[in-house]
């Protein structure tokens, strides 16, 4: 069974710093595509990051201030954000693919989702 289990979110402010941890089981991280979206009520949901053994990739938005690494051994993905904004305020939700090359920020591309994380930053 396929869980991916957010961690990490919470309130700070304008400036500062969060990362957040997916944690995957039910299948090897290494042989997958792992994404992070955010979705905002009422708004659609945006992908902000993709990881894979050999391609990374980052929303316009959120480049220079975000970064996604993995630890294959704890089947973990993390996003550090750092100088964080209130238009990052979201639930952010990591999901997962099958692939090891180019990955993905398109939602529709993802079959197992987490639940998902609160970010709120506050100005």
């Known amino acids: 069974q396929f869980t991916l289990v957010e961690s990490g979110g919470g309130l700070v402010r304008s400036g500062e710093s969060l990362i957040l941890s997916c944690a995957v089981s039910?299948?090897?991280?290494?042989?997958?595509?792992i994404a992070w979206f955010r979705q905002v009520p009422g708004k659609e949901r945006e992908g902000v990051s993709c990881?894979?053994?050999?391609?990374?990739s980052y929303a316009d938005s959120v480049k220079g201030r975000f970064s996604i690494s993995r630890d294959i051994a704890e089947n973990t993905v993390y996003l550090q954000m750092l100088s964080l904004k209130s238009e990052d305020t979201a639930v952010y939700s990591c999901?997962?693919?099958?692939?090891?090359?180019?990955?993905?920020?398109?939602?529709?591309?993802?079959?197992?989702w987490g639940r998902g994380t609160q970010v709120t930053v506050s100005s």
């Open positions: 039910g299948f090897r991280l290494g042989d997958y595509a």
């Open positions: 990881i894979t053994s050999s391609d990374n």
């Open positions: 999901a997962a693919t099958p692939g090891r090359g180019f990955c993905s920020l398109r939602d529709h591309e993802y079959t197992s």
